[in-house]
């Protein structure tokens, strides 16, 4: 017997994948936003300058290899990044509404989204395994079953909701 949580009578677990794609595109938004409030600033420079601020040490190898890597992305770079935050916030917001809705293209969106990390997931466990990789992938094969196995949850943008009837 499946736990709970996980059970198709209870949306329990669908609440979850809601509350978490609303994390995420809230997430993302913020940053995105975060980046376009910087304007056209050198982001290396920006961090050298917070970092002295907050007394870290600049001239370690952690800090220097950050700068260097953040030197690599320019104003434009810095926009066009903050822009797709943006923008990836704002669809995990919609789908986040479609699942409440118990529309049938977020559930397609979250399994396709979902699936397509997940050979991404087994690479990263096989060059740096971690336990916070392996539950985070553990977590994403049970959304995308959960999902296939409770379609009945779902419907389609036309077909008509009868929230009254029980049977």
């Given at each position: ?58 001239d ?46 977020a ?17 990263a ?5 971690s ?15 959960y ?12 077909e ?8």
């Amino acid at each position: 017997m499946a736990p709970m949580i996980i059970n198709h009578r209870s949306p329990l677990f669908l609440k979850y994948i809601i509350l978490e794609r609303i994390a995420k595109g809230a997430v993302a938004f913020l940053i995105g936003l975060g980046g376009l409030s910087l304007g056209p600033v050198r982001l290396n420079h920006l961090l050298y300058h917070w970092a002295q601020n907050f007394n870290i040490d600049t001239d370690n190898a952690f800090t220097g290899q950050i700068f260097r890597k953040t030197g690599l992305v320019g104003p434009n770079m810095l926009m066009i990044i903050s822009v797709g935050g943006i923008v990836y916030g704002m669809v995990n917001f919609t789908v986040a509404w479609g699942l409440h809705r118990r529309f049938r293209w977020a559930e397609y969106m979250t399994i396709i989204e979902i699936s397509a990390l997940i050979p991404l997931e087994v690479y990263a466990m096989h060059s740096h395994f971690s336990p916070w990789r392996l539950g985070a992938f553990i977590l994403n094969v049970i959304i995308v079953i959960y999902l296939l196995r409770n379609r009945q949850l779902f419907h389609g943008i036309h077909e008509a909701v009868d929230e009254g009837d029980p049977a």
